[in-house]
Every structure is written in C-alpha cells, then in structure tokens.
Nanobody
Framework: QVQLVESGGGLVQAGDSLRLSCAASGRTFGTMGWFRQAPGTEREFVAAIRMSVNITSYRDSVKGRFAISSDNAKNTVFLQMNSLKPEDTAVYYC?????????????????WGQGTQVTVSS
C-alpha cells in the first residue's frame, strides 16, 4: 500500500521560507512533484523532479524562489520555498508517478498526499 506523508507547512510572513517534505512508502517512483490549490481555484503544478534523469521543472511564478530536491534512497522529495509571497498561500500536495509523460501534467501522477497548508501573511 502506497502512503505519502507530508510535513513542513505553516503560517509565515511574506519574505520568509518554508521547507516541505514528502516521504513515500510502499514502492519506488520515478517522478515526484508538488501541486497547490488555493480556495476557489483549480489545483496547479508547482514543481517536480524525475529522479532517474535528474530533471526538474517549475511553474514560472516560483522560479528562482522554490527549489525541489529528492533523497532517492529514502524515496523523499523536498520543496524549499524562499521569499514567500501571499499569493503562494494554498494547500500543497505531494504527488508521485512514473517515468513517462511531462512531469508538469497531473495525469501522470498515480498517488497524492493529503495536503499541507501554507499560509503567507503580508
């Protein structure tokens, strides 16, 4: 049985940093990513990594501020979020999938975490 355990969310002020973690158990995965959903909006891609080839991808609004990394031995993915802005406020979801398809596409992800709240105050 696959389980994803997320941690690291919280309430911070604009300009602060947070680090999200997601540990996957049950099997190994080729792609791990982060998505977010703010109230009244659709879930959107944030960042992802395909570990087999060490490829990363980011949505434009977080480039230069967020960094995704992984510990393959522990099947864990991290999202370092710096210079946070109020518009980054959302529930952040970890997702894991296989080694096929564009890593920004939600459809390639097979399992999703429960989500962790990130709130950035101005």
């Amino acid at each position: 049985q696959v389980q994803l355990v997320e941690s690291g969310g919280g309430l911070v002020q604009a300009g602060d940093s947070l680090r999200l973690s997601c540990a996957a158990s049950g099997r190994t995965f080729g792609t791990m990513g982060w998505f977010r959903q703010a109230p009244g909006t659709e879930r959107e891609f944030v960042a992802a990594i395909r570990m087999s080839v060490n490829i990363t991808s980011y949505r434009d609004s977080v480039k230069g501020r967020f960094a995704i990394s992984s510990d393959n031995a522990k099947n864990t993915v991290f999202l370092q979020m710096n210079s946070l802005k109020p518009e980054d406020t959302a529930v952040y979801y970890c997702a894991v999938g296989q080694d096929i398809g564009p890593i920004s596409w939600q459809r390639i992800y097979d399992y999703w975490g429960q989500g962790t709240q990130v709130t950035v105050s101005s």
